[in-house]
């Protein structure tokens, strides 16, 4: 055993992985090992740099985004402190059931662009590129970028370009070296994000327990005054009911980013080892912290104050300052601005890994021009970062009055692509288990499994096909049309068909049914590039389980 094996034969974490040679076949054909090596020919032309730590904490500052802090009070005006920690619930099963599909079939076959190609390889070859051009586009769009100059306003009246131009600077040069710089930076941002997610928890539980001097004890006053659930676009129970699901398609958002923790696969050390542990932890971490804000926000700020009724994107309008504000507290407001600020420049980060990797995938399947494949010596795919990186400046739209509404449109487009990359998630989980069967294969065989990851694409998949067909459903009650919701609600489903069909018609791509997915040259990289057990956490190593 190597000196590197060795090293990494220790990780700290309690898990436990199938035995891989216990696999029901004994050999493989040449014919699978030149598959295999053509399946990953690709991936190993990346770096592997990173590593288990990096890509638990690229996930998680993926998912804990903006939402938190800034728009769960319209989530708590819109459904009541109730109807709110349900939501959040509700849809954290959801999500847990999603993250195992993807981790699961990232395990098999770690792949950049996970999903993506993922669909290419249990489906169809039309079905990966519709949704890696879908997610290409909605990476590209730099409505984050936009986002930091509207955050920076808090601070400063300087013209909201200039803060543009300096942090679109800061964004291409973060992403320019290579993926352990990148993964670094992430690294530092998701601490400041625990930090101020811990530091919240422990200020809200002082205030609702009255030990803010000259304040009284809150306890669960605003559950009862003005009450558990606001009713939205109707009245009584409707109404209710109506504002509870409308939160849900919210918090659906407060989700969306969940599905990267796979994105970087080719470039991370022993990935199927980083993939499962980051899924489990990354889970852990995100739905603990945010049932724990939720809870803790519904009690000391009333769904009725009119300031988190009207979002304005920075911390003034943020729930948290409402309620530390409302307690005499003063220095706080700046320190939740500026780790909202780091929520941004994260968001924007993981559009350009996103664009960029999704092009070198799609590429390495003859599906785009093979100069996206080109990587620089540190093994960074560079003109697809370059590419991804030429769209920000179609941040300086948002600047001017009359091109905002039209910058608005390019977001509304991508905004619904979220729930379409959990419908592809869920449908290549249970392609998978059908090619498993059919070739006399069995979940004991795969590299790590999930309990409940039998069943966990078809929940996944119902789910997400009834937020997607009702993330709109406003409209639809009279005296609330708005075409621009309308259509960010549902333009991803006519824009999904009409790719799919151009890919059919323009590479002549077939349905692979599960008799003809190609597993046994999965299960042979598996063997051929073994990867080091765990081991349990033991002492202080614990306190690793906040970072690592």
């Given at each position: 055993?190597?000196?590197?094996?060795?090293?990494?034969?220790?990780?700290?974490?309690?898990?436990?992985?199938?035995d891989?040679?216990?696999?029901?076949?004994?050999?493989y054909?040449?014919?699978?090992?030149?598959?295999?090596?053509?399946?990953?020919?690709?991936?190993?032309?990346?770096?592997?740099?990173l590593?288990?730590?990096?890509?638990?904490?690229?996930?998680?500052?993926?998912?804990?985004?903006?939402?938190?802090?800034?728009?769960?009070?319209?989530?708590?005006?819109?459904?009541?402190?109730?109807?709110?920690?349900?939501?959040?619930?509700?849809?954290?099963?959801?999500?847990?059931?999603?993250?195992?599909?993807?981790?699961?079939?990232?395990?098999?076959?770690?792949?950049?662009?996970?999903?993506?190609?993922h669909?290419?390889?249990?489906?169809?070859?039309?079905?990966?590129?519709?949704?890696?051009?879908?997610?290409?586009?909605?990476?590209?769009i730099?409505?984050?970028?936009?986002?930091?100059?509207?955050?920076?306003?808090?601070?400063?009246?300087?013209?909201?370009?200039?803060?543009?131009?300096?942090?679109?600077?800061?964004?291409?040069?973060?992403?320019?070296?290579?993926?352990?710089w990148?993964g670094?930076?992430?690294?530092?941002?998701?601490?400041?994000?625990?930090?101020?997610?811990?530091?919240?928890?422990?200020?809200?539980?002082i205030?609702?327990?009255?030990?803010?001097?000259?304040?009284?004890?809150?306890g669960?006053?605003?559950?009862?005054h003005?009450?558990?659930?606001?009713?939205?676009?109707?009245?009584?129970?409707?109404?209710?009911?109506?504002?509870?699901?409308?939160?849900?398609?919210?918090?659906?958002?407060?989700?969306?980013?969940?599905?990267?923790?796979?994105?970087?696969?080719?470039e991370?050390?022993?990935?199927?080892?980083a993939i499962?542990?980051?899924?489990?932890?990354?889970?852990?971490?995100?739905?603990?912290?945010?049932?724990?804000?939720?809870?803790?926000?519904?009690?000391?700020?009333?769904?009725?104050?009119?300031?988190?009724a009207?979002?304005s994107?920075?911390?003034?309008?943020?729930?948290?300052?409402?309620a530390?504000?409302?307690?005499?507290?003063?220095?706080?407001?700046?320190?939740?601005?500026?780790?909202?600020?780091?929520?941004?420049?994260?968001?924007?980060?993981?559009?350009?890994?996103?664009?960029?990797?999704?092009?070198?995938?799609?590429?390495?399947?003859?599906?785009?021009?093979?100069?996206?494949?080109?990587?620089?010596?540190?093994?960074?795919?560079?003109?697809?970062v370059?590419?991804?990186s030429?769209?920000?400046?179609?941040?300086?739209?948002?600047?001017?009055?009359?091109?905002?509404?039209?910058?608005?449109?390019?977001?509304?487009?991508?905004?619904?692509?979220?729930?379409?990359?959990?419908?592809?998630?869920?449908?290549?989980?249970?392609?998978?288990h059908?090619?498993?069967?059919?070739?006399?294969?069995?979940r004991?065989?795969?590299?790590y499994?999930?309990?409940?990851?039998?069943?966990?694409?078809?929940?996944s998949?119902?789910?997400?096909?009834?937020?997607?067909l009702?993330?709109?459903?406003p409209?639809?009650?009279?005296?609330?049309?708005?075409?621009?919701?309308?259509?960010?609600?549902?333009?991803?489903?006519?824009?999904?068909?009409?790719?799919?069909?151009?890919?059919?018609?323009?590479?002549?791509?077939?349905?692979?049914?599960p008799?003809?997915?190609k597993?046994?040259?999965?299960?042979?990289?598996?063997?051929?590039?073994?990867?080091?057990?765990?081991?349990?956490?033991?002492?202080?190593?614990?306190?690793?389980?906040?970072?690592?």
């Amino acid at each position: 055993m190597s000196k590197e094996i060795k090293a990494n034969s220790t990780i700290d974490v309690t898990a436990q992985s199938s035995d891989i040679e216990s696999l029901n076949f004994s050999g493989y054909s040449k014919e699978d090992i030149d598959d295999a090596n053509e399946i990953f020919h690709h991936e190993n032309r990346l770096s592997s740099k990173l590593n288990a730590r990096l890509i638990s904490m690229i996930a998680l500052v993926a998912v804990i985004g903006t939402g938190l802090f800034l728009s769960s009070g319209g989530t708590l005006h819109t459904t009541g402190p109730v109807g709110m920690l349900i939501s959040y619930i509700f849809v954290g099963t959801v999500v847990a059931a999603s993250q195992i599909c993807i981790a699961e079939v990232s395990c098999l076959y770690p792949a950049t662009s996970s999903f993506v190609a993922h669909a290419e390889h249990f489906i169809d070859k039309s079905l990966g590129f519709s949704m890696g051009v879908i997610d290409i586009y909605s990476a590209v769009i730099p409505s984050e970028l936009a986002a930091v100059s509207v955050i920076m306003t808090y601070w400063s009246d300087i013209n909201p370009a200039l803060w543009i131009s300096i942090f679109g600077v800061v964004i291409v040069a973060i992403n320019c070296y290579n993926v352990k710089w990148y993964g670094e930076v992430e690294f530092a941002f998701g601490m400041l994000k625990i930090l101020l997610c811990l530091g919240l928890i422990l200020t809200g539980l002082i205030i609702d327990l009255g030990g803010v001097p000259g304040q009284q004890r809150l306890g669960f006053h605003y559950w009862k005054h003005p009450g558990p659930f606001a009713a939205k676009y109707a009245s009584g129970s409707l109404g209710k009911f109506l504002g509870f699901w409308k939160s849900v398609n919210s918090v659906v958002y407060a989700f969306g980013s969940i599905q990267s923790i796979s994105m970087l696969a080719g470039e991370t050390e022993y990935p199927r080892r980083a993939i499962y542990r980051a899924a489990k932890r990354v889970f852990y971490r995100v739905f603990t912290l945010y049932i724990l804000m939720v809870f803790i926000l519904s009690m000391i700020v009333p769904y009725d104050d009119p300031v988190i009724a009207k979002p304005s994107g920075t911390a003034s309008a943020s729930p948290w300052v409402r309620a530390i504000s409302l307690a005499g507290i003063k220095v706080l407001p700046h320190i939740i601005n500026a780790v909202v600020l780091t929520s941004a420049l994260s968001a924007a980060n993981l559009g350009i890994i996103k664009a960029s990797r999704t092009l070198y995938a799609l590429a390495s399947k003859k599906q785009l021009p093979k100069v996206f494949l080109k990587v620089n010596k540190h093994g960074l795919p560079y003109v697809g970062v370059t590419f991804a990186s030429c769209f920000l400046p179609l941040a300086y739209l948002s600047v001017s009055n009359t091109s905002a509404s039209v910058f608005s449109w390019f977001q509304n487009i991508s905004s619904s692509a979220i729930l379409y990359n959990w419908i592809v998630i869920a449908v290549n989980h249970i392609a998978m288990h059908r090619a498993l069967k059919r070739q006399g294969f069995s979940r004991n065989n795969l590299p790590y499994t999930f309990y409940g990851g039998r069943y966990a694409g078809f929940y996944s998949l119902f789910f997400s096909i009834i937020f997607l067909l009702t993330g709109g459903f406003p409209v639809f009650i009279h005296g609330y049309w708005d075409f621009a919701t309308f259509f960010s609600a549902y333009f991803v489903i006519p824009l999904g068909l009409v790719l799919f069909v151009f890919a059919k018609l323009f590479f002549k791509t077939e349905y692979i049914r599960p008799s003809e997915v190609k597993l046994k040259p999965l299960f042979y990289d598996v063997q051929n590039r073994p990867e080091p057990n765990f081991t349990k956490l033991r002492g202080w190593r614990w306190l690793t389980l906040l970072w690592g």
